[in-house]
């Protein structure tokens, strides 16, 4: 693989990682994945399980991913870099069961200015939310649940 912080690199090659993962994710991987000497801002986003949502106590929740969810967060990523041409980028959502305090979403993107690096970060998460066919499912407090589709 290119090194995703040579930004001579095309913007596939500037994605360090795309995935899905049924595993724990964090912001540091992604950091690490893309910081460099030339890299004059690296821009963080942790998605964090909360324990609330829309006034109701959330204990818990579970993402349900479709088969082509790897694939199309890779898509996006892809084309943040290209909308970005100076920035590498790397991003996991997590799959599975989650509690209050999991990392759902993380992604690092680096760029040598802080502007098009906190620019391309925040497209990349409205993108992955928006695009990525994941789909979760919260577990309340008075023991009801309901599915929450994080695309469309």
């Known amino acids: 693989m290119a090194d995703p912080t040579d930004i001579g690199g095309t913007a596939g090659d500037r994605v360090a990682f795309a995935r899905v993962s049924d595993t724990p994710i964090s912001v540091e991987e992604c950091s690490d994945a893309v910081g460099s000497a030339r890299s004059g801002a690296v821009v963080t986003f942790a998605g964090v399980v909360r324990d609330h949502d829309d006034g109701r106590a959330v204990d818990a929740l579970s993402y349900t991913g479709h088969p082509s969810a790897p694939d199309v967060i890779r898509a996006v990523a892809t084309r943040i870099a290209d909308e970005h041409p100076d920035v590498a980028v790397a991003v996991a959502h997590r799959i599975g069961d989650l509690v209050v305090g999991d990392v759902a ?7 040598p200015h802080r502007a098009e690096a906190f620019a391309a970060c925040s497209a990349l ?7 990525v066919p994941i789909w979760k499912e919260q577990a309340f407090s008075d023991g009801s649940t309901e599915w929450v589709a994080s695309i469309g």
Do not use: Y
């Open 125 to 131: 998460v409205d993108a992955v939310k928006a695009e």
């Open 105 to 111: 979403l993380a992604c690092a993107v680096s760029s």
